[in-house]
């Protein structure tokens, strides 16, 4: 059985520059990668992956860092399903109902 304590969320937040016209694409570049590695958005600026693993966590990291823009600021955060099981989520002044964690057959 796999344990709360080891199966991995990862956060990608970032606020890039969006002024000119290549940093519009670049942000939307890397949008568009963090969605083709199997990030779901979040909010407009934050995205969010399972992981089965802490060295799958460590691969999605390198894998975001190859597709940094040059501008703006992206911090990565990664805790464990244990602790996602705790975020308190709410849609105007209703709360949500605790989401429930992938079932395993979704982890590969």
Do not use: H
Not at 24 to 33: G, L, M, S, Y
Not at 52 to 63: F, I, L, N
Not at 72 to 98: H, S
């Amino acid at each position: 059985m796999l344990s709360g304590y080891r199966l991995m969320w990862v956060i990608v937040m970032f606020d890039l520059p969006v002024i000119e016209k290549a940093e519009r694409k670049a942000a939307t570049d890397f949008r568009n990668a963090l969605l083709d590695m199997g990030f779901q958005m979040s909010q407009f600026s934050v995205y969010m992956r399972f992981c089965s693993s802490q060295m799958q966590v460590d691969t999605y990291c390198r894998q975001v860092e190859k597709f940094l823009p040059v501008g703006g600021t992206v911090n990565i955060l990664q805790f464990t399903d244990k602790q996602y099981e705790r975020i308190i989520t709410f849609r105007g002044k209703a709360k949500q109902p605790c989401k429930k964690s992938p079932d395993q057959y979704d982890l590969f």
